[in-house]
Structure formats: structure tokens, C-alpha cells
């Protein structure tokens, strides 16, 4: 694409970017850099009236000269419970205008579901967080296909947090789109939205520029071309400039006050405006509101109360006045001087009040300032009752549930029915889109109105269902008050089920699981069938997921487990549910028939996917990983493809997680950081949201430290091994960071034995899951404790022949052959070793045993069959990565008279994970497009990845890959 700006526009010709030449200049850099594809983000940030919105007026009209598709929104104060209102106002146009052959490209692909993002049916089914996002991401892709786009958005401090999530989205994608974002926010104002839009405004990509106030040269300037009277008294400007402090907006009211009133600007008059102060607007508003009739008063707080772009026709209504008197009002508040035309909407058609078949007249105040000093000087009580004829208003015209909700929540309940279908209504609209955090808004407003006495409980279901997501502490305030409300042992064991899942994301305590025995041992006294039979094993799985997240009720699961395990033995997924937690508890302890109950759990397909079921299916797989099931990881590749699917954060923050881990075990050290880092992301999402540490973030940071210190990343280990967590998850890693290090041995030994403690405690045996005695043993070792230290590697060899694995047994031979007393021992001790790793699917464990197997048999005299063995474990590390065991096995290599071969710097043995993911789907015929929506990158990834590629492989062509690859 060859689109540029032409050379910058003068700003001081436009009083309102008198000394914005350099707010003007960046943004026109940053349209010219999205013309050549380098996407780029501009923030203004300032006090309201700074000028902020001129310099995107400015960015919009530069754009559309320079031929870039130009989108644009403006968040308001009403609408920021409309889930995604920003991203709709923004690409709604842009579908509403489009030909069907245009709508189809801009929908193809992934983009197809930002449909029903942006138009949901009634009867839509509910987009999962990720898939909405991803979507809408693809949207703008297909939207910039043939011209750059500008997405410019104002009054970012307002914007709905859907919406904020999805720019979130996409900033650190934009520098690989022809993409520019100038978005504009308040400095002094963050609305409901502080943590997001903190996030959004401070990420990285955003250049941040902040208007300063004009001087009082360029005050004087902007007096004079505003009023058009030539030179204006120094005097009068100083007075203007101190009572504005130079702030644009307030000096464009005071100079229309002076117009309006004829006011000489002289010495003299100077006087005029000292009172005004840092509120001029406020009290210029109302020097104005005071002057008007009754029904331009009525129609001022008519239009304040419905928002930007309302109908003239319904401002009308609103006010108690006909059409013709709202023109006539229209003129006497000030047009188009303090209201000016709306913008139209996607979906106004004919049948207008306008005339011009452009759909209805819309109206607006010219900044929120002004519609915020009118409102804020209606009282309250009128303001509330406003809103309330102003949803009706809205659903008589529309029927829009989220528009009409927004009025809801600011209306003063009245024990209304028909409200609380209302806002049940926009409640589910939003969940459909992927918004449930802000149809919470819309029930807990509902439970406010309040509901009929019979709705009361299911309405507290539903915003329980809603907050589990980004509140799960409130969500289980909503169910305890459910919980006490509830009649019948089904219903409660139900509510039971639900407080119990979200106490394995929160502090679980005594009471949650306390309310989960009290909901089982009701359900035995009722005979509810079937239902309450999978009811009851449903909330027998999940005592034992909150067990597993806290010390609540460890102690008395030994004496649980048989009584549970017959339980199990039922059909139905809530008996599967059950056999995914013994199955999970089993394997804690080292049992060896966990696996085969965690494979008939997977068995079947009664687990279907979902929020509810992603922990047991999680942990089930989890099971499969450390008993080395070859079929565990296809298991998770297929989750992982669905959870994609689904778009959901919640189950790809646990598959993520689960599947670095098994990556990580399989030795591919690449892929595994990449599901470790999106897990990990994915957690601190949660953990912004209230969610507590130790259930997915310390999980994630173990899997993702342990990868970096195999690939030589001990730094960044250490980083990300940092912080507080449990012993039992972060201990182990710590532990073997601090022997990579070589840190003092008694460090490392206090280390691995405070994990073995804290592991104890839990009833955590399995050597498979926490691994602690292999590091303080060589620790101990190194003190010259070494009786101590093979009394720990007896142990741990006894403990993983128990368990079956053959990582755990392997890794403990290893360890007995370090401590050995005579070579002899030690050799046969590594050759056992080496031969229980070789069917093992660990290969860098393998690997590791071959080393120390080839540097024993150089030291025995054996050197050919040493060079052997160390070929074998440099080819294995070399292929995972594992850049410290490659290096160690060179070495030995080359004490053993071998020149061990380099890392491969060309062919196919060079591609990294990612690069070869990408040459395999482009040899199988892929375009760079699908490639990018296979992988979730963008289309200009593809473009860099596959230039390295072809540089790696000597080729110059697409048609050519195939080949090479088999190379």
C-alpha cells in the first residue's frame, strides 16, 4: 500500500490546534506508518477540554485525505455496561454500509463470529471471552486488507471494558498491521474501569501525548479568531487565560458568552470573567439554563439524559413537547453552538424525522462537559425518573435490551417485574457476546428492583454464573445468599456445586466445604433418581477439587476416599467427574491404578467440555501426563483445538497450563513456553479479577521456570520463580535453579527439603509430582552427608518403582549412581537407568541419564562406546533446545576424542517450533492468511517467519518447502 499524508496541515489556521503542532505531527507519523503496514497507537491524555478530541478530529480528517479507511467511536458515561458499545460503534458502520460481497471478505475466517458479537440474536449462542476477541481482531485484519485503517476513539476513560479487553487485544498485535489507534482520555477521570484501562493506557505500544494549556499569547490569539474582532485587550485576555488557566474549551465558552452578550473585550469588561474560576463551564451552563423558558429547560435535561446521538424525536418525547417546539428549543439552548447534529447509526433507515432519508434527526451537546454540567443541575429524583421514561422510550423505538438497561441502572427501583425481565434480558445478551462481568452489572441492578419473590434464587444463579469470571469472590457472596434463600436438597445441592467450584479459585475455607457436606448428606436423605444420584457425585468431586486448592478437609480424605470410590462407581458424567478427582487425589499419593481410573473418567465422551467440567478434565489429563499415557498429549492437543474453538479464557488458561507441562516432560522446550507464557498470561488476568495465587499462576510459573532453566535462561527462571506461592509447586523448581547456579549446597538442600515438608503435609508422595529428594540429596551430597542423601534417592527409587512411570525411576538411578562408591556400581546403576528411559516419552530425562552414562564409560576406558551414548543424548538436546545439556555433552564429546557436530545453523534442524509449525502448514498448501488463523498470529508473523525460514532451508520459493522439509 502506498498511502501517505500529504505534508502536515498548518495547526495554527484551526484555532483549536493553536500550539498543537506537535500533537498534529505524531498523529500524522502514525497514519503514515499504518500506510506501510507498521500499525501504531496514539494516546492523548489530558484535563476535559485540553483539546484532546480536536487532535482526533484533526488524526480523522488526515486519514481520510490520505485515503485510510477512518472508524470512530465515543465512549459516554451512560453506556458503559453496553457490552462492547466502543467496538460497536466503531465497526457496525462499516457492516451496515458494506455490499454483501464486501460484508463476506470483511467476515471471512475467524471474523465470521464477530457477527454475533456485534449483532446477537435473541437466541444466539454464548461466544466464549477469547473467541469474541479473536474475532473482532480478524475484523480489522479484513478490514485493512485494501486501504490502512484509523481506529480513532474518544473519551477512552468511559469505554465499556469489553471493549477496553478487546483493545487490550490488540495492541501488542498492531505493529504487525497497516492499523493506526488514536484514542483520546481524561487524565483526572477513569470511570468503573480503572485497572483495564490502566493496562490498556499504559501498554507499550501507545505513544502518550499530553496537550499542554495554551499560553496566554496563543489565549489571546485564539480570543481573537474566535470572536473575529481583531486584537483583543491584554488586559481582557490575561483575565480570560487566569479564570481558564488556558484550558481551549473554556475559553471557546467564555468567548461565545461575550458574543452572545455583546461584551466589549476591553480593560474594563475584564471583570466579567475573574468570577468564573476553574468551574467556567458549570456555571457558564447555568448562567444559560437560567435565562431559558420551561420547555427548553425540559428539553436541555431530556437530551442530557439520554446521551450523545439521541433522537431529536425522542428528546422531544422525553420533554412533553411536540416536534415543531424541540426545533424551535433547539435554537433557544444554542445550536449549533452548545448542541450540535448527531451522528447516525447503524440501522437508521427512512421513516425519519429528518427528511432526508438518512434515518432519524440525531442530536448532541458539543462536549460532555456541557451535557455533564446540564445533567449533574437536574435533581436527582427527576434524573431518575427520566431514565425510567427513557427506557420505555427505547423499547418502544428499538427494543435494544442493552439501551435500555443502560436508562435501568440509573432509574430508582420500584419493585417493577417488567424491569427485571428488562435486565435479565440485556444480562444475556452481554453473556452472549462474551461479556459476563457486565451482565452482572445488569442482575445485580435486577436484584435491587426487586424481583418476584419466586425469581429471587434463580436471578442470584445467574449473576453468580455471570461474576464467576472476572469476580469470583463476589460470585460466592452471591451463592451464600442464594444458599440461604434456597428451598429443596436439589436446588441447594446445585447452588452447593457452584459456591464449591468457585471456592477452588478463591481462599477455600472450613464453610465452603462445610456447605458441600451439608448439600451431600442432604441429597442421601432425598430420593431424587438418577439426577440427584449424578447430582450427588458431582458435589463429591468437587469437595475434592476444594481440598485440593486449600489444607480444608486434607486431613479426613484418607478416610474419605473408600466411601467416595463407590460413589464412583455409579454411570453418568457426575460419576466421571468423581473418577477425575480420585483419579488426581490417587496419583498425589503414588496409587498406580490412578491412571486406569483417569482413563475410564476420559472414556466415552460423558465429559463434555465446558466451564464446569475444564478442572476435572484438567486434572484427569494431568494423571495421563505423569503416568507417561502416550495418549494424554493427542488428549490435549484436541482440548486445546476445542477450548480455541469456544474462545473461552478460562479453559484455555487450564489446558495451557496442563499442556506446557506435558511439553515441557516430552522435552519440546519451545512449544512448552509458548503454552506456559499463554497460561500464565491467562493468570494474571485471573488474579486481576480477585482469583487466588496459588490455583493456575504458581501452577504455570513451576512449568514455565523449570522450561527456562533446561534451555540456559536462568535469569529470566528467576524472575519468573519469584514472588510468593505454595512450597510444593515453586519449591521444586527454586530448588533445581539454585543447582544450575551452583549456588552454596546448603542453600539448595534447605530449599528441596522445605518443599518435601510442605508436600508431606498435603499427602503429596508421588516423586512424579513434586520433586524434591533428587536435589537435596546431591546438596546433601556435597555437605559430605551422603548416608543422608542415599537414604532420600532409596526412597524416592522405592516411591517411583510404586508408581510405574519411568521418568521417576529413571531420574532416581541417575541420582543413586552419583552417590554410588565405585565406578562398577555406578555404571550399572546408569545403564539401568538409560534402558527404563528408553520407551519413556521424557526424552530430556533420557537424554540426561545418557549423558552421565557416556561421561562414566570415558572415565571407565570404554571411549567408543562412550562416543556412542553422548551422539545419542547431544542429538536429543539438541532437538529439544536444552542448550546446558548440549553444551555438557560437547564437552564430555570432546574428552572422549570426538568433534561434536554444532548446532544446526541451516536445514530443517534449524527451524525453531514456531518456524516449523509454519513451513508445515505451508507446504501442506496453506495460505499465509489460514496460517495465521491456524496459529493465532497475524497474516505479517506468517510473512516474517517464512523469510527466515526460506533462509534457513536455502530456498526461494513456497513450491519449494516441501522438498526441503524432507530434507
Known amino acids: 500500500m502506498s498511502v501517505e499524508p500529504g505534508p502536515p496541515a498548518t495547526p495554527a489556521d484551526d484555532p483549536a490546534l493553536l500550539e498543537r503542532g506537535h500533537e498534529a505531527a505524531v498523529l500524522d507519523g502514525a497514519l503514515a506508518a499504518s500506510a506501510r503496514g507498521e500499525g501504531t497507537a496514539v494516546l492523548l491524555e489530558g484535563v476535559a477540554g485540553i483539546g484532546k478530541s480536536a487532535l482526533l478530529a484533526h488524526a480523522r480528517e488526515r486519514g481520510r485525505a490520505a485515503g485510510a479507511r477512518v472508524l470512530t467511536a465515543r465512549a459516554t458515561e451512560l453506556e458503559t455496561a453496553f457490552a462492547f458499545g466502543v467496538v460497536r460503534q466503531l465497526f457496525e458502520p462499516l457492516l451496515a454500509g458494506a455490499s454483501p460481497e464486501r460484508r463476506a471478505a470483511l467476515l471471512a475466517g475467524p471474523a465470521l463470529t464477530a457477527a454475533a458479537v456485534l449483532e446477537p440474536g435473541p437466541d444466539a449462542a454464548v461466544i466464549g471471552d477469547f473467541a469474541a476477541l479473536n474475532s473482532l481482531l480478524w475484523l480489522a485484519v479484513n478490514a485493512a486488507e485494501d486501504a490502512p485503517l484509523l481506529l480513532a476513539v474518544d473519551d477512552l476513560h468511559w469505554c465499556d471494558p469489553p471493549s477496553l479487553r478487546w483493545l487490550a487485544f490488540l495492541l501488542p498485535r498492531l505493529a504487525e498491521l497497516p492499523v493506526a489507534l488514536a484514542a483520546a482520555a481524561r487524565s483526572d477521570e477513569t470511570g468503573d474501569s480503572g485497572p483495564l484501562l490502566n493496562q490498556v493506557a499504559t501498554d507499550p505500544a501507545f505513544t502518550v501525548l499530553r496537550p499542554r494549556p495554551l499560553g496566554r499569547v496563543a489565549a489571546g490569539r485564539f480570543l481573537a479568531r474566535t470572536l473575529a474582532r481583531g486584537e483583543v485587550d491584554p488586559a481582557f485576555v490575561r483575565a480570560c487565560h487566569d479564570a481558564t488557566a488556558g484550558n481551549p474549551l473554556l475559553l471557546r465558552e467564555l468567548a461565545r458568552a461575550v458574543r452572545e452578550q455583546d461584551l466589549p473585550t476591553d480593560a474594563a469588561h475584564a471583570g466579567y470573567v475573574v468570577d468564573l474560576g476553574p468551574h467556567a463551564v458549570a456555571r457558564l451552563v447555568e448562567r444559560r439554563r437560567n435565562r431559558l423558558g420551561p420547555r427548553a429547560q425540559r428539553f436541555a435535561a431530556a437530551l442530557a439524559v439520554l446521551g450523545d446521538d439521541a433522537p431529536l424525536a425522542d428528546v422531544a418525547a422525553l420533554a412533553g413537547i411536540d416536534p415543531d417546539t424541540a426545533l424551535r428549543c433547539l435554537e433557544e439552548i444554542g445550536y449549533p453552538g452548545t448542541v450540535r447534529d448527531g451522528e447516525a447509526r447503524a440501522g437508521d ?256 465422551g460423558l465429559l463434555e467440555t465446558s466451564e464446569h467440567t475444564v478442572t476435572a478434565l484438567a486434572l484427569a489429563l494431568a494423571v495421563l501426563l505423569l503416568a507417561e499415557d502416550p495418549g494424554a498429549m493427542p488428549r490435549l492437543d484436541a482440548l486445546m483445538a476445542d477450548a480455541r474453538r469456544r474462545g473461552s479464557l478460562r479453559i484455555l488458561a487450564s489446558v495451557s497450563t496442563v499442556r506446557a507441562r506435558g511439553r515441557l516432560q516430552a522435552g519440546q522446550l519451545a512449544e512448552a513456553e509458548s503454552d506456559a507464557r499463554e497460561g500464565l498470561d491467562a493468570a494474571r488476568i485471573y488474579e486481576r479479577a480477585g482469583l487466588r495465587t496459588t490455583v493456575l499462576g504458581p501452577v504455570v510459573r513451576a512449568a514455565l521456570g523449570d522450561t527456562l532453566l533446561l534451555r540456559g535462561e536462568l535469569d529470566e527462571a528467576g524472575r519468573v520463580l519469584r514472588g510468593e506461592g505454595p512450597a510444593h509447586l515453586l519449591g521444586g523448581p527454586r530448588a533445581r535453579l539454585r543447582l544450575a547456579r551452583g549456588d552454596a549446597p546448603e ?217 526441503a522439509l524432507r530434507d
Open 349 to 604: 433507515d427512512g421513516g425519519d424525522d429528518g427528511g432526508d432519508g438518512r434515518g432519524p434527526r440525531r442530536v448532541r451537546y458539543v462536549h460532555p462537559l456541557i451535557r455533564a454540567a446540564v445533567y449533574t443541575a437536574v435533581p436527582a429524583a427527576e434524573r431518575a425518573r427520566l431514565h425510567r421514561r427513557a427506557a420505555r422510550l427505547v423499547e418502544a423505538r428499538t427494543g435494544d435490551p442493552a439501551r435500555i438497561a443502560a436508562h435501568l441502572l440509573h432509574a430508582a427501583p420500584t419493585g417493577d417485574p417488567h424491569t427485571v425481565e428488562l435486565l435479565r434480558r440485556a444480562a444475556d445478551r452481554s453473556t452472549a457476546v462474551g461479556a459476563p462481568a457486565e451482565a452482572a452489572v445488569f442482575l445485580h441492578r435486577a436484584l435491587e428492583e426487586p424481583p418476584p419473590a419466586a425469581e429471587r434464587v434463580p436471578l442470584l444463579l445467574e449473576l453468580a454464573e455471570a461474576a464467576i469470571t472476572e469476580d469470583i469472590a463476589g460470585a460466592a457472596g452471591h451463592l451464600r445468599t442464594a444458599l440461604r434463600t434456597a428451598s429443596g436438597p436439589v436446588e441447594r445441592a446445585r447452588i452447593a456445586a457452584l459456591l464449591g467450584e468457585a471456592a477452588t479459585y478463591v481462599q477455600p475455607t472450613g464453610q465452603a466445604m462445610a456447605d458441600l457436606e451439608e448439600a451431600v448428606a442432604a441429597l442421601e436423605r432425598e430420593d431424587g433418581g438418577v439426577p440427584a444420584q449424578d447430582l450427588r457425585c458431582r458435589l463429591a468431586a468437587t469437595m475434592l477439587f476444594t481440598a485440593f486448592a486449600s489444607r480444608a478437609g486434607r486431613g479426613e480424605l484418607p478416610e474419605r476416599m473408600p466411601a467416595l470410590r463407590r460413589l464412583a462407581e455409579r454411570e453418568g458424567p457426575g460419576a466421571r467427574m468423581l473418577d477425575c478427582a480420585i483419579a488426581y487425589q490417587d496419583a498425589m499419593t503414588g496409587r498406580p491404578d490412578a491412571a486406569e481410573r483417569a482413563r475410564r473418567a476420559l472414556s466415552g
Open 747 to 963: 542453600l539448595v538442600a534447605r530449599d528441596a527439603l522445605e518443599v518435601g515438608r510442605a508436600a508431606g503435609e498435603l499427602g503429596v508422595l508421588n516423586p512424579a509430582v513434586v520433586q524434591w529428594r533428587v536435589p537435596a540429596a546431591l546438596a546433601l551430597h556435597a555437605e559430605g552427608r551422603t548416608e543422608q542423601a542415599r537414604e532420600l534417592v532409596a526412597e524416592e527409587l522405592e516411591l517411583a518403582r510404586g508408581w510405574g512411570a519411568p521418568a521417576p525411576v529413571g531420574r532416581a538411578l541417575r541420582a543413586l549412581a552419583a552417590l554410588a562408591p565405585e565406578r562398577n556400581g555406578a555404571l550399572e546403576l546408569l545403564r539401568e537407568s538409560v534402558a527404563v528411559l528408553s520407551g519413556s516419552t521424557a526424552l530430556l530425562e533420557r537424554a540426561a541419564a545418557q549423558a552421565d552414562l557416556g561421561t562414566a564409560l570415558q572415565a571407565a576406558g570404554l571411549g567408543a562406546e562412550a562416543r556412542s551414548v553422548l551422539r545419542s543424548a547431544l542429538d536429543t538436546a539438541d532437538r529439544c533446545g536444552a542448550r546446558p545439556l548440549a553444551e555438557r555433552v560437547r564437552a564430555a564429546l570432546r574428552a572422549a576424542g570426538a568433534r561434536p557436530r554444532r548446532s544446526a545453523l541451516s536445514g530443517p534442524g534449524a527451524l525453531t517450533p514456531s518456524e516449523l509449525r509454519v513451513a508445515e502448514l505451508a507446504a501442506a498448501g496453506a495460505t499465509n492468511r489460514v496460517v495465521a488463523q491456524q496459529l493465532f498470529i497475524t497474516p505479517k508473523t506468517v510473512e516474517v517467519h517464512l523469510s527466515r525460514i526460506y533462509r534457513k532451508l536455502g530456498i526461494s520459493a513456497r513450491a519449494q518447502l516441501a522438498d
